[in-house]
């Protein structure tokens, strides 16, 4: 496609219910990244995809988190019985190079825990 | 401490003025500096790249960067109320280091006054 496209664009879910958020890079991209944007508090990195290699995870901030990326393409953020805290704007960002330097972002999926 | 540290405004300048962005960071591994424009529930959109220190125009916009004072600044000439949205800063080390993350300041919203 044109650009990075994440599904759904607003996502309002009960406290406890899983969600899966989806990104699909832009076609050829071989870096992936996931952040989350909460209000306030600038974007904090979550998870990082190269190619066939093993992610770095190191931002996760539980495991309750998980993400995986099919085929080298598109990837599903996974967050397992939701909180409060969870809500926030998760943004998806692909790269040609996996120098993660030009980076097009997504437009976000909006993530609403009630 | 963050690694990042950028002042999240708000600022609001009058059309015509030239802007100043800026943020400063601790972690003198970072070696690319970005400048990340955002509107509102928007994904964010890559303004400039720097590497190392060193000045770059782009149009309207110049990106400085002060590795020895660990101080990168953006600024805008000729403001318009197009360019009223929220900045972002960020920077990554080298990949050599084994973290290919962006991290990110808490971003800067600007109001430009027609």
């Known amino acids: 496609g044109a650009g990075v496209s994440q599904s759904p664009s607003n996502k309002v879910t009960e406290k406890g219910k899983d969600v899966e958020l989806r990104c699909d890079p832009i076609?050829?991209?071989?870096?992936l990244y996931w952040y989350r944007q909460s209000l306030g508090q600038g974007l904090e990195f979550l998870i990082y995809?190269?190619?066939?290699?093993?992610?770095?995870k190191s931002g996760l901030p539980s495991d309750r988190f998980s993400a995986e990326r099919t085929g080298g393409s598109v990837s599903t953020l996974t967050i397992q019985r939701t909180q409060q805290e969870d809500s926030a704007v998760y943004l998806c960002?692909?790269?040609?190079?996996?120098?993660?330097?030009?980076?097009?972002f997504g437009q976000g999926t909006r993530l609403t825990v009630v | 401490q963050k690694e990042v540290e950028q002042d999240p405004g708000p600022l609001s300048v009058p059309e015509g003025a030239i802007v100043s962005l800026n943020c400063t960071y601790s972690n003198s591994a970072f070696q690319y500096f970005m400048w990340y424009r955002q509107y509102s529930r928007k994904g964010p959109e890559l303004l400039m790249y720097t590497y190392s220190s060193g000045n770059k125009e782009d149009g309207r916009f110049t990106a400085q960067v002060d590795k020895s004072s660990k101080y990168i600044s953006l600024f805008i000439r000729d403001s318009q109320p197009s360019d009223s949205a929220t900045y972002l800063c960020?920077?990554?080390?080298?990949?050599?280091?084994?973290?290919?993350?962006?991290?990110f300041g808490t971003g800067t919203r600007l109001t430009i006054i027609p």
């Open positions: 960020a920077m990554r080390s080298p990949r050599y280091f084994g973290n290919e993350k962006l991290t």
């Open positions: 960002a692909s790269s040609a190079r996996g120098q993660g330097i030009e980076a097009f």
């Open positions: 995809f190269q190619g066939n290699s093993a992610p770095d």
């Open positions: 076609s050829g991209h071989t870096a």
